[in-house]
Structure formats: structure tokens, C-alpha cells
């Protein structure tokens, strides 16, 4: 790996736009790379698994199809970085910065993406099933038909975020950010909202929810029209029947004593 920097720092001297350094295929398993600026690099298919690139530079490199399950990449700065088929399984991506890269049939799973800047990247058909993403800010990014099931997003920024055919199936979206955020075609199925909500917009329209999740959402719809000085008294009356509202107060919190129960309208 020695001989390989040395020569990447000579070509970088007069690099041309639009140019990248090759390495492809390289054996760079388990090496560390901490702390090195490693950009407008094409890593296309290296082997990094296990290697260390905590802290590295890698804004504008290609890292297609490479190894890096197992990797560290903690604060890792990645800007315009094209991942597509990479393995990242189990690899370690805290605090980095990703924004505006590309995630094509990328495996992530049981990644670590806690605190990460990810805004206005894409993912497409990308597996992200058992990824932590805590606190992350996924702004304006896409997920176009990517597996996130049992993902956690608790604490999440999903402002403008769009999950587009995704599945979400017991992902934990506990607190997340959402505001313009575009989920049409998605799968909600044990999907943990709370403290949260689905956008009031035509972007959660046309998704797949469950049960428990109707149920919240209903809840909070029939609590409102009890509530409200300023709703008609049809409204009150066909809203507030005796199922409607049986159907409402089957929302998790009722049962757990966190809310009142809503009653039907008595006139």
C-alpha cells in the first residue's frame, strides 16, 4: 500500500479534472488507511474488508463494488461518492459524511450509520435491514425499492426525505424528523412510529400500513373531532360512533395509560 500512495500523490500533483486514480482490485484487507486523503480514487473492487479508513478522505472516489464489510469508516468524510455494489455489511459508517453520494445495490446491512450526514444522496435497491441510522440527517435523500426492515431511524432528520416502494417493516422511527417526507408505495407493517407521525400530504398517500399504525393515526384524527370546539356536529356524530371510535381507542397508548380513551358522541 506504500507504493500505491506514493504513486497516488505524484499523479494528484497535475491531476486533470474529471480524472481518477486506478487501484481496482487491490488486496487491501484489514489495512489501515486512517486519517489519509484518499479522494478521486476508482477503489472498483478492491478488498477492504476490516480495513480502517476512520477520519479518511474519500469525497469524488468510486468505491464500486468493493469489499468494505466490516470496515471502520467513523467520520469518514465521503461527499459525491459512488458506493454502488459494495459490500458494507457490518461496517462501521458513525458521524461520516455522505452527502450527495450514491448507494446502487449497496449492502448495508446490520451497518452503523448513527449521527451520519447522508442528505441528498440515493439509494436504490439497497440493503439497509438491521442498520442503525440514529440521529442521522437524511435530508432530502431517496430510497427508491431498498429493504429497511428493522432499520433503526430513531431520532432521525427525514425533512423532505422521500421512501419510495420501501420496505419498513419493524423499523423504529421513534422521534425521526418528518416533514414533506414522500412514503407512497412503502411498507409500514409493525413499524414503530411513535412520537412521530405521517406527514399530512399527499406523500403518505397509497402506503402499506398495519393494523397498529391505522389505529394511532385513527386515534389521533377522532381524538381531535371530541376535542374541537370548531367541529360540526355531523362531523362529531358520523366521526364519533360507537365502532369508530372502539376501532380508535385500540391505539397502543390508550392501553398503556399514556392517553384517555376517546367516547362516542352523546349529543
Same mark, same amino acid.
Given at each position: ?20 486514480f ?7 484487507? =484489514?489495512? %489501515? !488507511? $486512517? +486519517?489519509?486523503? &484518499?479522494t ?5 473492487? *478492491? @478488498? /477492504? #474488508? =476490516?480495513? %480502517? !479508513? $476512520? +477520519?479518511?478522505? &474519500? ?6 463494488f *468493493? @469489499? /468494505? #464489510?466490516?470496515?471502520? !469508516? ?12 459494495? @459490500? /458494507? #455489511?457490518?461496517?462501521? !459508517? ?13 449492502? /448495508? ?18 440493503k439497509?435491514?438491521?442498520a442503525?441510522?440514529?440521529a ?112 380508535a ?10 392517553v ?8
Amino acid at each position: 500500500m506504500e507504493n500505491i500512495l506514493k504513486s497516488y500523490n505524484e499523479w494528484y500533483k497535475t491531476r486533470k479534472d474529471g480524472e481518477l486514480f486506478k487501484i481496482n482490485g487491490e488486496d487491501l484487507n =484489514g489495512c %489501515d !488507511l $486512517s +486519517g489519509l486523503s &484518499l479522494t478521486y480514487i476508482d477503489f472498483e473492487e *478492491c @478488498d /477492504l #474488508s =476490516g480495513a %480502517d !479508513l $476512520s +477520519g479518511s478522505e &474519500l469525497s469524488h472516489s468510486k468505491l464500486n463494488f *468493493c @469489499d /468494505l #464489510s466490516h470496515a471502520t !469508516l467513523k467520520y469518514t468524510e465521503a461527499k459525491y461518492t459512488n458506493f454502488e455494489g459494495a @459490500d /458494507l #455489511s457490518y461496517a462501521c !459508517l458513525d458521524f461520516a459524511t455522505l452527502d450527495h453520494s450514491r448507494f446502487i445495490k449497496t449492502n /448495508l446491512e446490520s451497518s452503523s450509520l448513527d449521527y451520519a450526514d447522508i442528505k441528498d444522496a440515493h439509494f436504490y435497491k439497497t440493503k439497509l435491514n438491521e442498520a442503525t441510522l440514529q440521529a442521522s440527517k437524511l435530508n432530502y435523500t431517496e430510497f427508491e425499492n431498498c429493504d429497511l426492515t428493522h432499520a433503526d431511524l430513531r431520532n432521525a432528520n427525514l425533512t423532505h426525505t422521500e421512501f419510495c416502494d420501501s420496505n419498513l417493516t419493524s423499523a423504529n422511527l421513534t422521534r425521526a424528523t418528518v416533514g414533506s417526507t414522500y412514503f407512497k408505495g412503502s411498507i409500514f407493517d409493525e413499524t414503530d412510529m411513535d412520537y412521530s407521525s405521517l406527514p399530512l400530504w399527499c406523500g403518505s398517500l397509497d402506503i402499506h400500513i398495519d393494523d397498529r399504525l391505522a389505529a394511532q393515526k385513527l386515534y389521533q384524527k377522532v381524538r381531535n373531532v371530541e376535542y374541537s370546539d370548531y367541529i360540526s356536529k355531523d362531523y362529531k356524530e358520523k366521526l364519533l360512533t360507537e365502532e369508530i371510535v372502539e376501532l380508535a381507542n385500540r391505539f397502543h397508548k390508550v392501553s398503556d395509560d399514556e392517553v384517555k380513551e376517546v367516547t362516542p358522541w352523546a349529543g
